[in-house]
């Protein structure tokens, strides 16, 4: 019982390359598993989300952190009518293209890539499921639907939204994404905001007592104490947590719901060319949940520990490009015949680009071994 401004699969853009129609799936859960057997996907077990993965076991990672958006995402499309599969499958996507260490790797990366077109991790999920996965005979990437597609590429910048054609129509238009997407795209952010605070309280590098001057936590913990004055530790953590979570997306639900009735689309083109996005926080738990962040901000990431984190991840990925854009022979046989092939192409842009698909689509324990392999001497080869 879908909506009729949700994304039906009788009425998606297609595919780049075309395909017969799936049996017993829809499109978008064909979309949705896809995703779930790419490499890439595979690999976010072992890529930073804030803690390195080495720090401990019970830190989000990439995967994990994907897995909960989904989570989100899939219960507040269900509740607005929107379509369950396509809104898990651009969740469970949305960091296919994420550096190893996370923001501070993207950074890095972004800066080495400055002469050659810059790095983005949005760009680059999109390209990991257009070119980069290899699991099809028939044609490179994933070949998924353009509704999934449009989800996965939050943000472009005009210069690149050109090169895109289709895809990166609406950003040359100015117009929104499906409501899909947009909700993708606010439970990403729920999930890591929330979350953020579980594994920064478990690490030991925010507390309790400063949280109690946040005003979306405070009220949770005020709520938790009083109903439950004799739990405390890791318990009072996670349902003080559980309920900043669920309080925000009954508000997302809410909020949401009374845009869409407000500007009435009629199908996901009139939801694109709406003037703003449709799937948004009420006013006011929005400037709470900016309070939060601002928190995290500056007691979790300017942390002295995750600043050295990230000194350590700059140091490897900015130290693997310079080498590997150096000499290619330094990188696996794979890889140098693409940097290669892309060279004689599109000239040393074209190396870099190849090196940057390499480095990005590295674990953190990966890059780590192979910072050690090339600049550590006593490290075997």
Do not use: W
């Amino acid at each position: 019982m879908l909506a009729r401004y949700a994304a039906h699969d009788e009425a998606t853009r297609g595919r780049r390359y075309p395909e017969a129609a799936p049996q017993y799936r829809s499109e978008y859960q064909r979309d949705r598993d896809r995703i779930v057997h790419a490499s890439a996907f595979r690999r976010l077990v072992y890529k930073t989300q804030v803690f390195v993965n080495h720090e401990g076991d019970m830190y989000r990672t990439r995967l994990t952190h994907s897995m909960e958006v989904a989570q989100i995402g899939r219960s507040i499309a269900l509740a607005l009518n929107l379509n369950e599969a396509l809104t898990e499958a651009i969740c469970l996507a949305h960091d296919l293209g994420h550096t190893p260490f996370g923001h501070a790797g993207q950074d890095a990366l972004n800066e080495c890539m400055r002469e050659y077109g810059g790095f983005e991790h949005n760009m680059q999920s999109l390209r990991v499921v257009d070119e980069l996965e290899e699991r099809y005979a028939e044609f490179p990437g994933l070949n998924l639907t353009f509704e999934c597609r449009e989800g996965i590429l939050k943000h472009c910048s005009l210069a690149n939204a050109r090169t895109l054609g289709d895809i990166g129509e609406r950003f040359i238009k100015r117009q929104q994404p499906g409501l899909e997407a947009q909700l993708a795209n606010l439970a990403d952010e729920i999930a890591y905001n929330n979350h953020d605070v579980d594994d920064g309280l478990r690490a030991g590098l925010i507390d309790m007592q400063e949280l109690r001057e946040v005003r979306i936590f405070a009220r949770q913990l005020q709520a938790v104490e009083q109903r439950y004055p004799g739990v405390s530790g890791r318990r009072q953590v996670n349902e003080v947590v559980r309920r900043m979570i669920n309080g925000i997306v009954v508000d997302v639900i809410e909020s949401s719901a009374a845009r869409i009735a407000a500007a009435a689309p009629e199908s996901i083109d009139a939801v694109r060319a709406h003037g703003s996005a449709l799937v948004e926080m009420s006013e006011a738990v929005h400037r709470e949940h900016l309070e939060l962040k601002q928190f995290l901000r500056e007691k979790l990431y300017r942390h002295y520990r995750v600043q050295r984190m990230t000194r350590k991840a700059r140091t490897v990925v900015s130290g693997l490009f310079s080498a590997f854009i150096d000499d290619v022979l330094l990188m696996p046989d794979e890889h140098r015949e693409i940097a290669r092939r892309f060279e004689a192409e599109l000239g040393l842009a074209g190396r870099a680009r190849a090196v940057a698909d390499y480095v990005a689509g590295m674990t953190d324990r990966y890059a780590i071994s192979e910072h050690d392999r090339i600049f550590v001497p006593a490290h075997r080869s």
